[in-house]
């Protein structure tokens, strides 16, 4: 095995995490399954466009759907996992800007940038106490759900537009990368025979 492998399962979840993490714990013994926990290059290209594709297309619940889909395309779960985290709490903000600039120009608009929604607003002005985390009435929602409705169309292009050319990269960098170290491997072996 190569280093390279050891550092990647290094990061890997194990079976017994995913499988005990109560997000995922409805999948049961399918989750399970040998070919979802083995290093191919389909398997681990195909975990890592699906990890980056919901990463980048929804804020919630990134790793069950990852992991759900996987379980339906025989994906490499664990790759999937770690995928999703391309986009975590503390890039929202400018990825789904982004996603929201890319979505207003595709349409036609060109807002400026102080006509912005400020989906993520409250989340600059949470303290570090994990209990400011949970709202405290139904109003935080609601602030919430006016400023998506806000951003609206937008938003969702570029986040669908966002997910679909990362999860294509992914697949293609990581598909490439594995198809070019088996041929150095093989040019490497046939030189040693000689």
Not at 122 to 136: E, N, R, Y
Request: hydrophobic share 50%.
């Amino acid at each position: 095995m190569s280093p390279m492998f050891d550092r990647l399962r290094r990061w890997m979840p194990t079976k017994e995490s995913v499988a005990s993490n109560r997000w995922l714990r409805w999948m049961g013994p399918s989750l399970l399954h040998p070919r979802l926990w083995h290093l191919s290059r389909r398997g681990v290209a195909l975990g890592a466009a699906i990890g980056v594709f919901f990463a980048f297309i929804t804020p919630v619940a990134q790793i069950p759907i990852s992991a759900g889909l996987c379980v339906l395309l025989r994906a490499n779960v664990p790759v999937a996992v770690v995928s999703t985290l391309v986009n975590t709490p503390a890039t929202f903000a400018p990825v789904y800007y982004g996603a929201w600039k890319v979505g207003s120009w595709m349409l036609g608009d060109s807002a400026p940038d102080d006509q912005a929604p400020d989906i993520l607003a409250d989340v600059g002005q949470l303290g570090s106490d994990v209990a400011s985390l949970v709202p405290v009435s139904d109003s935080w929602w609601q602030r919430w759900a006016d400023r998506l409705a806000k951003a609206g169309k937008p938003l969702l292009l570029g986040a669908l537009t966002f997910s679909v050319v990362f999860s294509t990269l992914a697949y293609i960098l990581v598909s490439g990368v594995w198809h070019l170290r088996v041929r150095v491997k093989r040019r490497r072996r046939l030189a040693t025979r000689r």
